[in-house]
């Protein structure tokens, strides 16, 4: 029924400005010559840096995993497969990223990002339009990923905060009970952790958030059910798409290769909504109005003049 | 309710833990696809009749069509007609904003709303990652158009009317390259 006033941070604009009055994406990264651990910036307002739980280090970037080849012969020898998600690193490899494209316009501006030639994304900031439910939108598609005998490629997408989220994150169980999820430690028996990644990897159906103490937060908002978790603190990573070499032998007795109509493997397309809140009522109220939005996307029917 | 049960049916199956994990077999995972495929189609006549009850215009409905593959920006119907209305509805019980994104051929559209008003709209080429779909194969669209949609009242609806137009036409839209800032 109203904006929340303190809930718009800047994700996207709040004011009445139009788009092109604002402060365009930001590519800083690129102009300056491009290391290991650059990453792709995005909906920046100079004017809301100070109060953005967020931080600088909004980011977004896409990596991968290679899977683990086993041979099934013992537990510590499973491969990566259907069941499960076993990386050979505990770091996912990075792309060398190849170009960054641009759109800007009066609806919505848009950087493209070409990690490879088989991973684009597209990071999108709406004009302001009035609703009160302002969110930014993540375009990712992958594939086909390139086959090799020996192992599998586990394909990610990765958002930093620096919010201080305590190694606690939310997914939803079901797409209504979201569950709090502790890095490393599970609440009913003494874990003893073998796999930091995917030891830390939980369904997300159609949600998952980070809180910090003071109430700030990030959420992200997924178009079908995925898989991820907060490795690191501030972070929130998601599984993409994946293909493997080897079957896990824990029943399903097929690699994870599908083709796509073309023959090759599949391309995979999917968008996540984005938003920030600065407390906590705010946040709960924009995450679960959005998440019914997302569940229940208007239907659109054509007719003919 | 004979028209809906094929779809009830699938949807049923589909929620097998192997359907939501995709740990099935591949020949199973296009057994569900098709098994819903199915159900969509027999359902879509009771679409039609339900949008013709809502709009108390049963004459023009027969002539509905959606674009279930919009998702991957190609769309059929408006890859041969360049002058149609759109019609949103909202399931939710709640009003709700949306942006809406239509695969369409041309550059230059006039989108206006119920009350004839041109709303600011903007074409935007497809982009390269989807381009490489291949279910997208045969599409004409190159481009998607943009707006906002407000606001779809509480299980209800709102029509927007889409027209080609001429460059500099008055209301419309804007086309926005996507250009190459870094390789």
């Known amino acids: 029924d109203s904006k929340p006033a303190d809930g718009e941070l800047d994700w996207r604009d709040g004011g009445s400005e139009s788009l092109n009055e604002r402060e365009s994406l930001d590519y800083r990264p690129v102009f300056a010559p491009l290391k290991r651990d650059d990453v792709i910036e995005f909906s920046q307002l100079k004017e809301a840096k100070k109060s953005n739980p967020i931080g600088d280090s909004k980011m977004s970037y896409m990596a ?16 990566s497969g259907a069941y499960l998600f076993r990386p050979t690193k505990q770091t996912p490899e990075r792309f060398s990223l190849e170009e960054i494209a641009s759109v800007t316009g009066p609806v919505v501006n848009e950087t493209h990002v070409v990690w490879s030639n088989w991973t684009y994304q597209v990071l999108r900031k709406f004009a302001n339009n009035g609703d009160s439910l302002q969110y930014s939108e993540n375009e990712l598609t992958v594939g086909p990923i390139p086959y090799d005998a020996n192992t599998g490629r586990e394909v990610i997408v990765r958002y930093n905060t620096q919010l201080n989220s305590s190694a606690t994150f939310y997914t939803d169980a079901n797409g209504r009970q979201v569950l709090r999820r502790v890095r490393d430690y599970r609440p009913t028996w003494p874990l003893q952790q073998t796999e930091n990644v995917s030891g830390n990897y939980y369904p997300i159906n159609s949600q998952i958030f980070l809180n910090q103490s003071d109430g700030s937060s990030f959420m992200v908002l997924t178009d079908r059910s995925e898989g991820g978790g907060s490795i690191n603190d501030g972070q929130i990573e998601i599984m993409l798409h994946r293909i493997t070499v080897r079957d896990d032998a824990l029943g399903v007795g097929e690699a ?29 109220r924009r995450r679960r109005e959005l998440a019914n939005r997302r569940y229940r996307e208007p239907l659109i029917g054509y007719l003919t003049a | 309710e004979a028209k809906l049960d094929l779809l009830r049916q699938a949807m049923g199956v589909v929620q097998h833990h192997d359907g939501v994990s995709g740990t099935e077999k591949q020949v199973v995972a296009y057994d569900y696809a098709l098994r819903v495929s199915t159900g969509i189609n027999q359902a879509y006549s009771l679409l039609q009749s339900a949008w013709a009850n809502l709009t108390g215009d049963s004459a023009a409905y027969s002539g509905m069509s959606s674009c279930s593959l919009a998702n991957i920006s190609y769309c059929p119907f408006t890859d041969s007609n360049n002058n149609f209305y759109l019609h949103f509805y909202n399931p939710v019980s709640h009003p709700v904003w949306h942006l809406a994104r239509i695969p369409v051929k041309g550059r230059y559209y006039v989108v206006s709303n119920q009350q004839g008003q041109a709303v600011t709209s903007q074409t935007i080429p497809v982009n390269n990652g989807t381009l490489r779909v291949p279910e997208r194969a045969g599409a004409k669209s190159s481009y998607e158009l943009v707006f906002n949609v407000s606001t779809i ?3 209800g609806f709102v029509v927007y009317r889409v027209a080609a137009a001429a460059p500099g036409s008055p209301g419309v839209s804007t086309f926005t390259p996507i250009q190459s800032v870094f390789m």
């Open chain 2, 153 to 155: 009242p509480a299980m």
């Open chain 1, 256 to 284: 994870l290769q599908e083709k796509g109509s073309d023959g090759r493997g599949l391309v995979v397309k999917v968008t996540h909504w984005l938003a920030a809140d600065q407390s906590l009522p705010s946040s709960s």
């Open chain 1, 64 to 79: 991968y995993y290679y899977g683990y080849p086993g041979n099934n012969s013992a537990p510590e020898f499973t491969a």
